[in-house]
């Protein structure tokens, strides 16, 4: 068990080095057609993002009625992903394609965006793929309609723009800019306003102004009402592109998958016996390191058990790092020994040491079992087990703590032994 405090004070040192990286500047490039082109879309998220105080580096690839499938391929798009250190890599595919019968997307949207996210993934290991979800046709699709009815209206078109977008974002562990779900609010809410430009598909400088403060908001995950730049625009309507803004986007972020594959410092923990306490980790990646302070001038890294000197509150700390991302956690423990006999659930498995087929001494209710290496890293995790045998055959052999979250009982933790 380490008790250097120099280490914590590293670790710590990490994270706040980290994190005030990350809030000085961040790095957007932009790879899409005229949609993101027009009125100069990346520039004028840059320009927002400074009137609100923040630095945004922007580049961008954007040959008018280009495709992801184009993208995928170009040497100046590929280019520019390899030149590494983005933030973030915005993908706006062609207006149209999204929106057309599932089968012709299965076949020539969804593999090149996938295409694009490994090169991007592979040369911007802690950067986020952005897809761009752009709006249906003023009124509809009209040279698709005959063949494809549902793109007929600008509801119908939009509907699928949505539908496919939130695919790939799904598709790919990426986030979503829904500037058409903007739009649409501000058509429903304000029609007074014109986010088209005279062709009914390309965006008015009032359309890319409501698109850069979407971007906005999701880079910095902040209000857009922090901006100040109204790019021209006469003041009352730049005031309600802004607040459309955050009501669509600030304040819905989880629906557009903002924040879910942050690293996430929380943890559980359970009484073993007496004083001695087992902690788990919600947040397990191959690259974490976890560190943790028990409040009694002791610390330990993975998923520790760890025995207070007596009892009483103490304020565990629990920092998580990764290459990319940081975060830090403090909960206090009341450590006591007095637990009731009834809540007290005293796992044991057998057999043990085993093959993998392992049963539990006390029949299980909607639990959740998960298993851990010796590293703390989560290896299985089963859900809505319920008195029946647990397979754990598919693990190599080995020593694991199998932890259990029962529906009835406080949560136990016990080591098992895999043999061949």
């Known amino acids: 068990m380490k008790t250097s405090t120099q280490h914590f004070l590293l670790i710590a040192g990490f994270v706040l080095l980290t994190c005030s990286g990350f809030a000085q500047e961040k790095r957007a490039l932009f790879l899409g057609n005229s949609y993101t082109n027009y009125n100069g879309l ?31 391929t170009n040497a100046t798009s590929l280019q520019k992903i390899e030149e590494g250190n983005w933030d973030f890599v915005v993908l706006q595919e062609q207006s149209q394609r999204p929106s057309f019968p599932i089968s012709q997307v299965e076949s020539d949207v969804f593999p090149y965006a996938e295409d694009l996210n490994a090169a991007i993934l592979e040369s911007n290991e802690c950067a986020e793929t952005v ?31 949505y539908e496919r977008y939130m695919q790939l974002a799904e598709m790919n562990d990426a986030v979503v800019s829904p500037v058409g779900a903007v739009w649409r609010y501000i058509r429903e809410n304000h029609p007074e306003i014109s986010l088209y430009a005279n062709d ?21 995950r902040s209000s857009p009402v922090a901006i100040t730049d109204n790019n021209g625009l006469d003041e009352d309507v730049a005031v309600v592109l802004r607040e459309a803004t955050k009501i669509v986007v600030y304040e819905q972020l989880e629906t557009w998958f903002v924040g879910e594959y942050d690293v996430t410092a929380d943890f559980t923990s359970e009484q073993q016996d007496g004083l001695t306490y087992n902690f788990v980790p919600d947040y397990t990646s191959d690259d974490a390191i976890h560190f943790w302070d028990f409040g009694n001038g002791t610390s330990d890294e993975s998923s520790p058990t760890h025995t207070f000197p007596a009892e009483a509150e103490f304020n565990v700390t629990h920092i998580v790092t990764t290459s990319c991302d940081s975060d830090e956690v403090t909960t206090p423990i009341t450590v006591s020994t007095s637990v009731e006999e009834h809540d007290r659930f005293v796992l044991t498995v057998y057999p043990n040491p085993s093959n993998g087929q392992i049963q539990c001494s006390q ?17 299985i995790r089963l859900s809505s087990v319920n008195g029946v045998p647990i397979d754990l055959s598919d693990l190599t052999p080995g020593n694991y703590v199998l932890h259990v979250k029962d529906a009835l009982r406080q949560p136990q933790s016990v080591a098992v032994q895999i043999q061949e």
């Open 131 to 161: 897809f761009y979800m752009t709006w249906g046709r003023e009124d509809g699709d009209a040279s698709n309609c005959t063949n494809w009815p549902p793109v007929c209206t600008y509801e119908g078109m939009d509907d699928l723009l």
């Open 200 to 220: 009914g598909s390309h965006p008015s400088p009032e359309g890319s102004y409501v698109a850069a403060c979407s971007f906005y908001t999701l880079f910095y």
């Open 42 to 72: 990346p520039q004028l998220t840059s320009n927002l993002a400074a009137s609100a105080g923040e630095t945004l580096i922007v580049d961008s690839n954007t040959p008018g009625g280009y495709t992801l499938e184009g993208h995928s």
């Open 363 to 379: 029949p299980l209710t909607n639990a959740e079992v998960s298993v851990f290496d010796q590293q703390g890293k989560l290896v």
